[in-house]
């Protein structure tokens, strides 16, 4: 069974930077899309960037699109988002999540989707 484990989370003020890792146990990490998800106070859980197992093609949610950059490592089993220019609206809960595809460059951009989570890790930004 596959186990997916989030770090890098922390309190940041805005206009700062944060890395969050999200390291899978128990499988390759080949053959899964991967993808981050957020759910902010009060919020439903939003998308927030994708990346394809073939290629590595990327997706993000308008909202972060230019300051969050998600990328993987696959000798690793590694998916990492970077995220930029912080903004307080930033603030919540992420999520990484992982669904096997037999397609490499199909995108997963609901959470129904996904068949892999991991705990959860907050992000805090400050004004």
């Known amino acids: 069974q596959g186990q997916l484990v989030e770090s890098g989370g922390g309190l940041v003020q805005a206009g700062g930077s944060l890395r969050l890792s999200c390291a899978a146990s128990?499988?390759?990490?080949?053959?899964?899309?991967m993808a981050w998800f957020r759910q902010g106070p009060g919020k439903e859980r939003e998308f927030v960037a994708h990346?394809?197992?073939?290629?590595?093609?990327?997706t993000y949610a308008d909202s972060v699109k230019g300051r969050f950059t998600i990328s993987t490592d696959n000798a690793k089993n590694t998916v990492h988002l970077q995220m930029n220019s912080l903004k307080p609206a930033d603030t919540a809960v992420y999520y990484c999540?992982?669904?096997?595809?037999?397609?490499?460059?199909?995108?997963?951009?609901?959470?129904?989707?996904?068949?892999?989570w991991g705990q959860g890790t907050q992000v805090t930004v400050s004004s």
């Open positions: 999540a992982a669904v096997s595809s037999s397609n490499g460059s199909t995108r997963y951009l609901r959470d129904y989707e996904y068949s892999y």
């Open positions: 128990g499988r390759a990490a080949n053959n899964f899309a």
């Open positions: 990346i394809t197992w073939g290629a590595g093609t990327t």
